[in-house]
């Protein structure tokens, strides 16, 4: 059994800091990565940030230098998204997707937290 489960949503005002984390645990042999999305009124379902399983990061364009992803250690098995001068545009669900080998297992497959709510607004 594998769980991901994000935590650290809530309101917060614009101009605003949170700090996201998801954490997967369970029966797992390596996390290669993960993958922050959100789902949001206007643009649906979009990629927020990711890590590989190397260390290496990348965006969504919308960041612009405003968000952060960070591990806790090379395990990959906790991330945190680091979101700074959020705007109402960003309130959402965002929810981590995990790239997972189970233990015991060969092949690799996605595994969704449930997603927490962020909410900007004054």
């Known amino acids: 059994q594998v769980e991901v489960v994000e935590s650290g949503g809530g309101l917060v005002q614009p101009g605003g800091s949170l700090r996201l984390s998801c954490v997967a645990s369970?029966?797992?042999?390596?996390?290669?990565?993960m993958v922050w999305y959100r789902q949001t009124p206007g643009n649906g379902r979009e990629m927020v940030a990711a890590i590989t399983g190397g260390g290496a990061f990348n965006y969504g364009d919308f960041v612009k230098g405003r968000f952060a992803i960070s591990r806790q250690d090379a395990d990959n098995r906790v991330v945190y998204l680091q979101m700074n001068n959020l705007k109402p545009e960003d309130t959402g669900v965002y929810y981590c997707?995990?790239?997972?080998?189970?233990?015991?297992?060969?092949?690799?497959?996605?595994?969704w937290g449930q997603g927490t709510q962020v909410t900007v607004s004054s």
């Open positions: 997707s995990a790239d997972i080998t189970g233990r015991g297992l060969r092949e690799r497959r996605n595994y």
């Open positions: 369970g029966s797992i042999s390596r996390v290669h990565g």
